[in-house]
């Protein structure tokens, strides 16, 4: 049976001392029901990795651009009606079709220059990935997307390992932050970081003493958001709560 292989596939079978041979790639080529195989060189002399769901554990900064690589390929060769297997980790093709010979070529000279064979898709994965990644890790109010808030980075984060990723940044450009006590977002004017949530502000009522309650009352008609010092000012200055938070307070202060 004669075999057609393409110039990197034949490189690959003298130069790798794991990959296989000539021999083995003739087995393959008829295990696929081929009579020619073909590899990809991804640019660096390393066949073009094949991308499956499967190999979540790897960092999104390399699985991105591996799968945008392998799915461009993929579709290339499948659109000039050449067809592919998985092999080892690797795409390879039936190299008994002239087209596939050109396609291989044409991507191998690409990626020698560039890394990545659609740069619009890698952005599109990134983007997809981050906002899945913020809507996973952060509670967002209900008014805000994921997308909102990439929207208002300065750049997208590419990989939840690798890239800073400033939520709280970006929530306080749409007017959000967070409660100081439950991290619950909380839309204010002021976004200091030091406000807590209505909850938080009830929770630190001291008994049936409505000072608290009070304060809170007049700033939520404003749309405010106590800080836990205010709040503490507040007790502070109340005749029923102050010797019950600050029993020792009076003495010290000779009162
Ligand atoms: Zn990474
Ligand atoms: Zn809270
Ligand atoms: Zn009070």
Redesign the pocket.
Known sequence: MDVKFNDFARRYADSSRYGPDLHEMAELAFDFGWRGFGMVDDGTGEPLAEWDTHNYYNCDCSEIPTRVNYESALAAFKAAGVDTHSHNGWIVWDAASRAGHEIARKISATLADYPILDDERLSELEWDNAVRMIEDLYRLPDDVTGDDVVREMPEVPYCSNCSSCDVEDAMASLGYSQCMDCSTWIKSLVCSGEHVCYDCADRE???D????PNYVDGLRNMGLYPTASDLRE??RG?????PVRWPHGGAKLGV
């Open positions: 009522r001291e008994g003493c409505e000072c608290v507040i007790q109340c005749e029923t709560c102050y």
